[in-house]
């Protein structure tokens, strides 16, 4: 059975920064592509970052630039470290994990999905 397991969320004030990391196990998924989206509230869940099994990046417009995805393939994990958070940034964070090597940006590319992390960003 696979099991994504996000941790890292909490409560940060406006313009600090965070860590997320998603453990992966019951697959490896060092040939495949992993993402993170996010879930406002009252919002639909939308994406945020993805990498590819060989490390090429995809980010949301909104995030470009203040957040960057990565992998260690060895502890099979990703991480998304979040730079200059605002409010705006405030959600529950899903890692997913996706059958294809290549990074999408859709929901229907990733198969696996965790049940997510709180991020909350205080102004």
């Known amino acids: 059975q696979v099991q994504l397991v996000e941790s890292g969320g909490g409560l940060v004030q406006a313009g600090g920064s965070l860590r997320l990391s998603c453990a992966a196990s019951?697959?490896?998924?060092?040939?495949?592509?992993m993402g993170w989206f996010r879930q406002a509230p009252g919002k639909e869940r939308e994406f945020v970052a993805s990498?590819?099994?060989?490390?090429?990046?995809l980010y949301a417009p909104s995030v470009r630039g203040r957040f960057a995805i990565s992998r260690d393939n060895a502890k099979n994990t990703i991480f998304l470290q979040m730079n200059s958070l605002t409010a705006d940034d405030t959600a529950v964070y899903y890692c997913a994990g996706s059958t294809s090597s290549a990074a999408g940006s859709t929901e229907p590319w990733f198969a696996y999905w965790g049940q997510g992390t709180q991020v909350t960003v205080s102004s």
């Open positions: 019951g697959r490896t998924f060092s040939n495949y592509a």
């Open positions: 990498i590819s099994y060989i490390s090429s990046m």
